[in-house]
């Protein structure tokens, strides 16, 4: 894959605005950090990061994340010279944001999911990458951009939260050689680590721990998943993002091949998350018109909880 069209597609531009996919994580947020520091460092330009839903707390430590803004507060009549989209599977998950990135001059995409279908005008894509952060990377290091601390965090940040801390199947030889080389920029790895897994808000922890205790088991065990209402967020003062791990809690489960979590987002629609240790759920998320990887998905559902949970369960079934 060349890179040298990301060097020339951002010294032509004059207005740059970078983009998260909807509830964003620590790879989208990670990668976007280090870009906007990047493009900061590597060309002297400023560029706009756009954010969809609320910054998880404990991703507050990354570079600039005070500059970023609300996807619903943006201008929408404004037309960007460069409109760049980090770890967006698909165009919809931008949400408020779509608009102003299909009306952007030139269109970039930088992703790691295999389901990508090449939606920018200039694409950085590669389906075997652990995250997108580490296809920034990539292309830093080849065309020899110079990345400084701050930008090495990020990274690392990006890396270290899409392979769960190393331990999923994305993790290979090469993710683990590019993360030393992070460190070495002045990544701090036991600085990040505490950030991202032992700095967890308290509704957060009570939250998680109901759900565990209210999990269901079908299919003799093989299938574990959670519903989770508006009301149960309400209990706990929690917020969305809090719901985040638990899908991989369920799978933790040594008789569980699928784990699912169903989040209300109101009385039509239902946000889900898939994991597996076995099957490819990018595939059920796909009846769904979702995507992702093929250990771990995600899709939206228009319909009511209860409904969107038969329908998943059904689905799952004919995966087993």
Do not use: W
């Not at 799978?251 to 889900?272: P, Y």
């Amino acid at each position: 894959m060349g890179y040298e069209s990301f060097k020339d597609t951002i010294q032509k531009a004059g207005s740059i605005i970078i983009f998260s996919h909807v509830n964003p994580d620590g790879d989208t947020l990670g990668t976007m950090s280090a870009l906007h520091q990047a493009i900061k460092t590597n060309f002297n330009k400023d560029s706009i990061m756009v954010v969809s839903g609320i910054i998880p707390e404990i991703y507050h430590f990354l570079p600039s994340i005070n500059e970023m803004v609300s996807s619903k507060d943006l201008d929408k009549n404004v037309v960007y010279d460069l409109a760049i989209a980090v770890d967006i599977a698909a165009k919809d998950r931008m949400v408020d944001g779509l608009s102003v990135y299909e009306k952007a001059k030139v269109k970039m995409n930088i992703d790691h999911h295999k389901t990508n279908n090449d939606y920018g005008d200039v694409n950085f894509v590669k389906g075997d990458a652990s995250s997108a952060g580490e296809v920034l990377f990539d292309v830093l290091e080849d065309l020899n951009l110079k990345i400084d601390s701050e930008t090495a965090k990020a990274l690392y940040t990006a890396i270290l939260t899409d392979t769960g801390g190393f331990r999923f199947e994305n993790t290979k030889a090469t993710t683990l050689k590019k993360a030393s080389k992070m460190i070495e920029y002045g990544a701090n790895p036991a600085e990040i680590s505490r950030y991202c897994y032992e700095s967890k808000p308290k509704p957060m922890v009570l939250l998680q721990a109901n759900c565990l205790l209210n999990a269901k088991f079908i299919e003799d065990n093989k299938v574990a998943y959670v519903c989770i209402t508006n009301k149960d967020l309400e209990k706990f003062n929690a917020q969305n993002d809090h719901t985040e791990g638990i899908v991989e809690a369920l799978r933790r489960i040594n008789t569980t091949e699928i784990s699912f979590v169903l989040k209300e987002v109101d009385e039509n629609t239902t946000k889900a998350s898939l994991r597996s240790k076995t099957v490819d759920v990018s595939e059920i998320a796909s009846a769904f018109n979702g995507g992702g990887h093929t250990f771990a998905a995600g899709c939206t559902i228009h319909k009511p909880l209860n409904i969107a949970c038969d329908k998943m369960i059904e689905e799952i079934k004919k995966h087993l």
